[in-house]
């Protein structure tokens, strides 16, 4: 991937104001004693919030962190259809509620669940790290071809059907050991897990269960998947601005650039990723397409590149 220049990450936090606050580095201007982490009470967000301890620790020598649960509307509601009721707020609203309460500073999410507008009350400052992305197929041991797949994603759904033209779906809620255990009982043959997720609670194998990563070329990951994003009240975000990684950060903004401009959220047919050479993406009327960005490009100009596919898509 190329380096990206520190006038180029002001522009980029500037000139992607239209989706949400975003600032450039700079230093810390004070010393942070806490930092109170707010979560979902998930294995899953909890990992995910000691690890963005860890990342923001190692910017804030000496800050203490301390994590407070939040149960979210999607969690208390494991009788809904995501698809049905849609996922826009589900799993953040009364995280930033706990933000805006100030009974947290920073909220921890998975970037792929931020809403596709972010409240003028709050900024997402910051991302960590991208490490995996891809989607998993998780098949129950001795199944061949699943007939029957568990996902409440149109975008995967949409996806794996040219994979699997004959199978019927479903879907099924809760953590990532629960859905894993329905398949295992036979609830389905498969269900279809993010990678991200699976590495960070360090599962390699599950009794009855066979795991089958599936290229980016083949199931386009949802926009940020992959991606753990840092969010406070906008009154605060310079204060954290400097905690971020540019890379996750530009990835971020061209696959976010793309689905702001279709409207759509993470409940829609829609994919992109941007790996630091390509941008894959896909449409539920285009199907897949992959392309690369001029060598030299700066972020204005690749924006420029996203804006003209979501021009001939809309």
């Known amino acids: 991937m190329r380096a990206v220049k520190s006038g180029e990450i002001r522009f980029f936090f500037n000139y992607f104001a239209r989706c949400g606050n975003w600032f450039p580095h700079r230093a810390p201007s004070i010393f942070m004693k806490k930092i109170r ?35 979210t509307s999607g969690d208390k509601r494991q009788d809904w259809s995501l698809e049905k009721f849609g996922g826009q707020g589900l799993f953040t609203k009364e995280i930033e509620d706990a933000l805006a309460e100030g009974i947290a500073d920073v909220a921890v999410h998975s970037a792929k669940d931020l809403p596709t507008r972010i409240s003028a009350n709050f900024s997402v400052f910051g991302f960590l790290p991208r490490r995996a992305c891809r989607d998993v197929l998780a098949l129950r041991s001795g199944v061949g071809i699943p007939s ?79 991606i753990i994003a840092l969010e406070c009240r906008a009154s605060d975000a310079e204060k954290y601005a400097y905690m971020t990684d540019s890379a996750s950060a530009e990835m971020f903004a061209l696959e976010r650039r793309f689905l702001s401009g279709l409207g759509g959220g993470c409940q829609a047919a829609f ?24 060598d030299g490009a700066d972020i204005a100009e690749m924006f420029g590149i996203v804006d003209g596919i979501v021009s001939t898509l809309g």
């Open 148 to 226: 029957l797949i568990a996902t409440g994603s149109p975008r995967r759904r949409a996806q794996l059907k040219k994979m699997f033209p004959q199978a019927v779906w479903t879907e099924i809620r809760g953590n990532v050991e629960t859905r894993l255990k329905k398949i295992v009982s036979g609830a389905a043959d498969a269900t279809v897990l993010s990678e991200a997720g699976l590495e960070r609670l360090g599962i390699s194998s599950f009794d009855g269960v066979r795991f089958v990563p599936l290229k980016l070329d083949v199931c386009v990951p949802a926009v940020g998947q992959g």
């Open 271 to 294: 994919a992109a990723n941007f790996d630091g050479r390509f941008f894959r993406f896909y449409h539920e009327s285009s199907g897949f397409r992959k392309i690369s960005f001029p």
């Open 37 to 71: 982490l707010a979560t979902r009470g998930s294995p899953l967000a909890l990992r995910q919030a000691e690890m963005a301890a860890e990342f923001m620790g190692g910017m804030s020598a000496g800050t203490q962190f301390e994590v407070v649960e939040i149960k």
